[in-house]
């Protein structure tokens, strides 16, 4: 579970470089090797996507350093 914004970044990252690889895999992999290959990356992506939204969805804590609290 993410906890913080630093986390969430790492996650962010982590997301779009499977992503990516999910992209390269598509012209490098023969159809049924890549249906294979893909399940498992496509289930990570849905996780880590579940994390985020889980994290955006909660009100962040005004003493986290990342929360810019309006003056």
């Known amino acids: 579970m993410i906890q913080n914004e630093h ?4 996650t962010r990252q982590r997301i779009k470089a499977f992503q990516d690889a999910l992209m390269a895999l598509r012209h490098n992999q023969l159809p049924d090797n890549y249906a294979q290959i893909a399940q498992n990356f496509l289930y ?16 962040p804590a ?7 609290i309006p003056v």
């Not at 986390?7 to 790492?10: A, D, I, K, S, Y």
């Not at 990570?44 to 009100?59: P, S």
């Not at 005004?62 to 810019?68: I, S, T």
Request: some cysteine; overall charge negative; hydrophobic content about 30%.
């Open 7 to 10: 986390e969430l970044e790492v």
């Open 44 to 59: 990570e992506i849905k996780r880590m996507e579940a994390e985020v939204h889980d994290y955006l969805q909660r009100c």
């Open 62 to 68: 005004p003493e986290d350093p990342g929360v810019k």
